[in-house]
């Protein structure tokens, strides 16, 4: 975060960061908020089993991760969860099956820059297992684990595993 010093407004190298969520300006007063970012990850469960994507690029490639990602400008957490599901696996979902369950804060480094999140957790419970036609840029594969097999040492993202612990009742 200290990286950035140029002010966007005035251009001076005279950007500070406070090393929490904002930027000032000590020549024009010009203030940056790196304010915490959306994101959702849906569990999508068939009976005792849960679908993991596994991670195809950095940050945690080759981690288990459960399918998701940030909300964008003007959308739901709903829609968001729509809107990913079907970029990340062409998986059609039905908006109102989706369950809310929890949130937690998180951070993902993204190009040097760690980002805070807000992970919005979703169940989403489906009549059937399916295999999937997945975006291989994002992720390398999917995999359907039965409760008592999941390793949580093998999932992503610290939210993640902190949720599923509660979820899984370990």
């Known amino acids: 975060m200290s ?34 970012a959306g994101a959702v990850a849906v569990l999508i469960k068939f009976k005792d089993e849960i679908l993991f994507t596994k991670r195809n ?24 969860c729509v809107r990913e599901l079907f970029e990340e696996m062409k998986m059609k979902v039905d908006i109102s ?23 919005l957790f979703y169940e989403y419970e489906v009549e059937e297992k399916f295999g999937v036609e997945i975006e291989i840029s994002e992720i390398s594969e999917t995999v359907w684990l039965k409760k008592d097999a999941i390793n949580l040492k093998e999932i992503a993202f610290d939210s993640q595993r902190s949720f599923l612990k509660k979820y899984l009742n370990f």
Request: negative net charge; contains cysteine; hydrophobic residues 30%.
């Open 3 to 36: 990286d950035l010093k140029f002010c966007p407004k005035c251009g001076h190298e005279t950007l500070i960061w406070d090393g929490e969520k904002k930027w000032s300006c000590s020549n024009c007063n010009y203030v940056l908020f790196h304010n915490v």
């Open 57 to 80: 690029e950095e940050p945690k490639k080759g981690k288990l991760d459960l399918a998701g990602g940030f909300v964008d400008p003007k959308e739901s957490a709903e829609e968001t």
């Open 97 to 119: 099956r989706l369950k809310y369950l929890a949130s937690l804060p998180n951070t993902y480094e993204y190009k040097n820059i760690l980002y805070n999140t807000i992970d």
